[in-house]
């Protein structure tokens, strides 16, 4: 049911995007997507991504003081004001301002994007105290819901007040983030101190104590947490068989999306994001995903398997890769503009996943196992990519996409045809891989959705 609600809502919220996108011009899309929304990105990340990954390392339930945990995450707040001012100066007065006549209201929508990222931080507690409880739905619900409200303000504004610039979309950010804050108060409100939460043994009992204060005996905030251990990932033979389902489905997305980028594009916003550099951006951010892929999977078995002194060496290490991205993105979106930016974040996340996959050799370097090996798909698997990619590429240059839908078709069909192979082969060379995906992860979901 979950599964089933979020495609519902990301198709609805599709579909409004793409409303959206025949009204605004392309540079205001482009502040909108790649200077104000890397401002909130940046913003919300230094605030609250060490908080996570030091509150979510201790385990759930009742296994450590949820006081403590709570008076921690408040930190976000002060915190996140703390970046924000200094992120607002660099925004308004280093980089160079938009013009006012193509770009209107351009400072004013750096300060509202600042504060939406404020107000999601007010629930971060709740976020947290949802994650580690497994309240799947209410992450879902909420974001789906936020989402549809932030490209309903955004329709609405567009269509009756297209004048209004980037006050139109710093409004609908601003609805978005407080929406989602709704959301989990309204749930918390209602879960906490109810006979579901005395059946959960959930370790809160009322409102009251989701605000921060000091209880007797203990310390305001516990700077020592424990870790979380995902047993599953503590298996080398899973994180091999991760390791090769995600890379194996990230060149998937990287191969077709070179070729399908320009016609997606067309589609989904007509000749706004088509032409120029929409496509080229597009075929970069879908290597970016199979970086992405990579490393979601590597930093997850390195963060439940460092010991304390470890956890907090790598926070020193993950400021390191957070001051060096921000120049990086500087510096390249100056030379290359959005492409340069998908370029930043490609690097960064290159060195993070070159952090952890040193981190797995030295783990496995006394072991039998070598579950980096995962990150080796088969030859023939890379020969059909390969073929595929020269096909596709081909199709792309004969068929698509000023000579009509019956030759957009015949590159749809292309494709169709080459993914099947690219499949075939998966299934043909990666055995290993298709018995993990059948014996243990359809399992694992068939139980968790029915």
Sequence with gaps: MTVLLQVMFRVLTFLLNAFTLRFVSKELIGVVNVRLTLLYSTLVFLSREAFRRACLSGGSGTNHSWRQVINLLWLTLPLGVLWAVLLVCVWLWLLEVPDPHSVPFYSPAVLL?????????????????????????????????????????????????????????????????????????????????????????????????????????????????????????????????????????????????????????????????????????????????????????????????????????????????????????????????????ILANCLNMGLRILHSVLFIHRYFSSSPWKPLRGLVPSPLLLLALLVSAVVTALSEFAFCCDRGWVFRLLHVSVGGVCLCFVLLTVYITETALVQFVQTQLLPRYRKKHH
């Design 113 to 341: 994007f600042a504060l939406g990222g404020i107000q999601e931080l007010l629930a971060e507690p709740l976020w947290v105290l949802a994650q580690a409880h497994m309240f799947v739905r209410l992450k879902v619900i909420s974001e789906s819901l936020a989402m549809i409200a932030k490209c309903s303000v955004t329709v609405v504004l567009v269509v009756f007040a297209r004048q209004w610039g980037l006050y139109i979309f710093a409004a609908a950010h601003c609805v978005y983030t407080g929406f989602l804050v709704l959301c989990y108060v309204a749930y918390f409100v209602r879960f906490l101190g109810s006979k579901e939460a005395s059946e959960k043994s959930f370790p809160l009992q009322s409102i009251g104590e989701l605000l921060p204060h000091k209880t007797d005996g203990e310390p305001l905030v516990d700077w020592t947490l424990a870790r979380l251990t995902w047993s599953f990932f503590k298996q080398s033979r899973g994180l091999e068989c991760l390791l090769k389902l995600v890379l194996v489905i990230g060149l998937i997305i990287t191969v077709f999306g070179y070729a399908y980028s320009h016609l997606a594009l067309d589609i989904y916003g007509g000749s706004l994001l088509s032409s120029g550099t929409g496509p080229s951006l597009l075929r970069c951010y879908s290597g970016y995903v199979l970086l992405l892929a990579i490393n979601g999977v590597t930093e997850c078995f390195v963060f439940a398997t460092m010991s304390q002194k470890q956890v907090d060496k790598y926070n020193l290490v993950m400021l390191g890769l957070s001051v060096s991205f921000l120049l990086l993105s500087y510096a390249l979106t100056w030379w290359a503009g959005g492409v340069g930016f």
